[in-house]
């Protein structure tokens, strides 16, 4: 009797190997190999519900034969979402919410069927919630949703079908790692399970023109949990963040086929579900302190939106040979250069000092017109000298001490104007400079001139 062929595989991300290994090659992960019987492969490929297609000959055409249509967009209810979206959900699209857990997730999705309900059909599948959970979370949302239907399931065949069977326009998975394809052994959550689930929900959202929302949770890094090609597949990343112990959540795009990716959403969680906060920038300063050293007001470009915040240092000597090094909201190295550049250029002797740099709100600003701020900043702490309530910096700060431009000056000059703010300390080269009235400019071409002016 002929012996059975059997193959070898790594239950987390499927690779297959030759034989029995404590650690699979692909992803590091140990005792994870594990051996089942061959199964041989079929030439007619199977659908993401397990039906066998018959494919047809696909030819390539000429892009001038290609019909070029305007992507039809409609509107969330949520005017922060849309922003970040790029107007508004794309019709057929696949967009990937991910988020730490308790973060606001599934609340925000639940709170945008309230909208989406009026002009289409919505389908919001749970696989962590019973559908009365849901009905109770909804009611207390006030979501009417005259138009949502509930499915709690895991299986991914049973989705499909259901899918297929209703034909709604939007499709609502919470979450991709609750599901699982039965032709898998592996357990709901491993990489080879959320990786198919994802490939079966893009199919479905281009071939039957549904826009589908899935929601996935975060590892302890921060990152979606999962493989990166999860990513790589959906149209559109989204990452809600925030503090457990904050009521402001913000909504940021990491990627975005139909859309900028540098634009981001502010919400409050209350006791009713999330509300939009369409002025972030006095959310951030609310609670400033006047009179206070170790603190300057920056004003940076969140895509076309300008937003204020506040940059807080914190200087004090250290009993260590090597001084520590804290950062909060902005980059660690580059603020290790301006560090160095303040020390070397400036003349102030902060490497002998424990350094503690934050951005209050929770705003993460990986734009370099923040320097100018965070030089003053270190400078008012170290010299325990305030810097003026009224006064904003924006420039970016060079190895030599030199002050450089940053675009939307214009744009970012309105919004300072617009907070009350009277003082704006630039670099002398911005270009075309339109000063807003009862704005005064201070320019300035280093940082010793910045020291000069303001302490």
Known sequence: MAKEKTVFYCVDCGNEVLRWQGQCPACGAWNTIVEKPATPKSKTPKSASGRRETVGVIRPRLIREVETTNELRFETGMGELDRVLGGGAVKGSLVLVGGAPGIGKSTLMLQICDTLCRFANVLYVSGEESERQIKLRAERLHVR???????????????????????????????????????????????????????????????????????????????????????????????????????????????????????????????????????????????????????????????????????????????????????????????????????????????????????????????????????????SSFRDKPVSSDLVAVGEVGLTGELRSVNAINQRLSEIQRLGFTKCVLPSRCGKVIAPAGLQLIPCRNIREVLSAVL
Request: proline share 5%; hydrophobic share 40%.
């Open 145 to 379: 949703g005259e138009g949502l239907y509930l499915l709690a399931e895991t299986n991914l065949e049973n989705i499909i079908e259901a899918t297929e069977e209703l034909k709604p326009d939007i499709l609502i998975v919470d979450s991709i790692q609750t599901l699982y394809n039965g032709d898998l052994t592996t357990s709901p959550g491993s990489v080879g399970q959320v990786k198919d689930c994802t490939l079966a929900l893009m199919s479905l959202a281009k071939g039957m023109g549904i826009t589908v929302f899935v929601i996935g949770h975060v590892n302890k890094d921060g990152a979606i949990a999962g493989p990166k090609v999860l990513e790589h597949m959906v149209d559109c990343v989204l990452y809600f963040e925030g503090e457990q112990q904050t009521t402001y959540r913000i909504l940021r795009a990491a990627k975005n086929r139909f859309g900028a990716t540098n634009e981001i959403g502010v919400f409050e969680m209350a006791d009713t579900g999330l509300t939009e906060v369409p002025n972030p920038s006095e959310m951030l300063l609310e609670g400033r302190p006047t009179d206070t050293p170790g603190t300057c007001v920056t004003c940076a470009m969140e895509g076309v939106r300008p937003v204020l915040a506040e940059v807080q240092a914190l200087l004090t000597p250290t009993s260590f040979n090597v001084p520590r090094r804290m950062v909060s909201g902005v980059d660690f190295n580059r603020t290790m250069l301006l560090l160095a550049v303040l020390e070397k250029r400036g003349g102030l002797l902060v490497n002998s000092c424990d350094a503690y740099i934050n951005v209050v709100g929770g705003l993460e600003i990986g734009e370099p017109a923040v320097d100018l701020a965070t030089i003053i900043a270190l400078a």
